[in-house]
Nanobody, 128 residues
Framework: QVQLVESGGGLVQAGGSLRLSCAAS????????MGWFRQAPGKEREFVAT????????YYADSVKGRFTISRDNAENTVSLQMYSLKPEDTAVYYC?????????????????????WGQGTQVTVSS
């Protein structure tokens, strides 16, 4: 029903920045909770950031708080993750996800199972 495509990943030096974008198609995501997760090799997929359908309601993992910012552009039907002060530990495949509140379960946006639609991921590599 909703297709998500991440972009903006790449190779960056430690301390640098990247802006990831997630383009949604199929329907508007303005009323959806949106999230970013990441998965490093050999590790579980972990929560990074979320923004509810309601403005101003965001939550971040402790590991990225103060460095990453999630935001929406409703006109473009996209969600972004602005990443500053990147560390090698941030290296992972980053996934965009959308939670339709009318489907499945809906919570605070920090759990993988809450989300109904997922992108294919984009690789972020941070080198020392």
């Amino acid at each position: 029903q909703v297709q998500l495509v991440e972009s903006g990943g790449g190779l960056v030096q430690a301390g640098g920045s990247l802006r990831l974008s997630c383009a949604a198609s199929g329907r508007s995501i303005s009323s959806y909770a949106m999230g970013w997760f990441r998965q490093a090799p050999g590790k579980e997929r972990e929560f990074v950031a979320t923004e509810s359908w309601s403005a101003g309601r965001t939550y971040y993992a402790d590991s990225v708080k103060g460095r990453f910012t999630i935001s929406r552009d409703n006109a473009e039907n996209t969600v972004s993750l602005q990443m500053y002060s990147l560390k090698p530990e941030d290296t992972a495949v980053y996934y965009c996800a959308a939670d339709n509140p009318r489907l499945g379960t809906t919570g605070r946006g920090t759990r993988e199972y809450e989300y109904d639609y997922w992108g294919q991921g984009t690789q972020v590599t941070v080198s020392s």
